[in-house]
T-cell receptor, first 114, second 111 residues
Framework: KAGVTQTPRYLIKTRGQQVTLSCSPI?????VSWYQQTPGQGLQFLFE???????NKGNFPGRFSGRQFSNSRSEMNVSTLELGDSALYLC?????????????FGEGSRLTVL | GENVEQHPSTLSVQEGDSAVIKCTYS??????FPWYKQELGKGPQLIID?????GEKKDQRIAVTLNKTAKHFSLHITETQPEDSAVYFC??????????FGQGTELSVKP
């Protein structure tokens, strides 16, 4: 069974640009969550999608957005990039989310903003 | 919302010693507490979890304890090995499903 796939793995952008990251969950998983990982801050929750609907949202500005498609694949977008957006963005899928679903993480997309 | 504090941020032990990582959470309604291990260049992977109706759970060299009254839970690794070197994250799941992580502990096991 293929794991969670994130693309691209690495990317470099400049301030003010926008970026779109993609996540393909494990087959059959309907929940996709996104996290931002930075040194010292751990994993900070961005949002969770289940069956194309945003089910939970973290405390990030509106520049961070996401969506989920009917095949459960998800994208997140960051507009008007700032230096502080440099981070590893992790996607995780689970079969149901909610109170019982184990999260399976991808290897992340490392974004560098110059 | 939920807030999870994790200590220590770094931990160095000799091979064969035990390692303990502690976390506290703020929302008494949180009901699920997993621990994830992240190796270099990889995404976090679940190693053990505990639900709020259980006080302790063991899986070979790894154990987790939960004190609901004090709102803290701990990861215990016995007989540490070099391959245990990684970053460990605790987390707490809010009733609404959001999984909130601690800041991480970088464990180094010296041979």
């Amino acid at each position: 069974k293929a794991g969670v796939t994130q693309t691209p793995r690495y990317l470099i952008k400049t301030r003010g640009q926008q970026v779109t990251l993609s996540c393909s969950p494990i087959s059959g998983h309907r929940s996709v969550s996104w996290y931002q990982q930075t040194p010292g801050q751990g994993l900070q929750f961005l949002f969770e999608y289940f069956s194309e609907t945003q089910r939970n949202k973290g405390n990030f500005p509106g520049r961070f957005s996401g969506r989920q498609f009917s095949n459960s694949r998800s994208e997140m977008n960051v507009s008007t990039l700032e230096l502080g957006d440099s981070a590893l963005y992790l996607c995780a899928s689970s079969s149901s989310g909610g109170d019982t679903g184990e999260l399976f993480f991808g290897e992340g997309s490392r974004l560098t903003v110059l | 919302g939920e807030n999870v504090e994790q200590h220590p941020s770094t931990l160095s032990v000799q091979e064969g010693d035990s390692a303990v990582i502690k976390c506290t959470y703020s929302d008494s309604a949180s009901n699920y507490f997993p621990w994830y291990k992240q190796e270099l260049g990889k995404g976090p992977q679940l190693i053990i979890d505990i639900r709020s109706n259980v006080g302790e759970k063991k899986d070979q060299r790894i154990a987790v304890t939960l004190n609901k009254t004090a709102k803290h839970f701990s990861l215990h690794i016995t007989e540490t090995q070099p391959e245990d070197s990684a970053v460990y994250f605790c987390a707490a799941r809010e009733p609404g499903g959001k999984l909130i992580f601690g800041q991480g502990t970088e464990l180094s096991v010296k041979p």
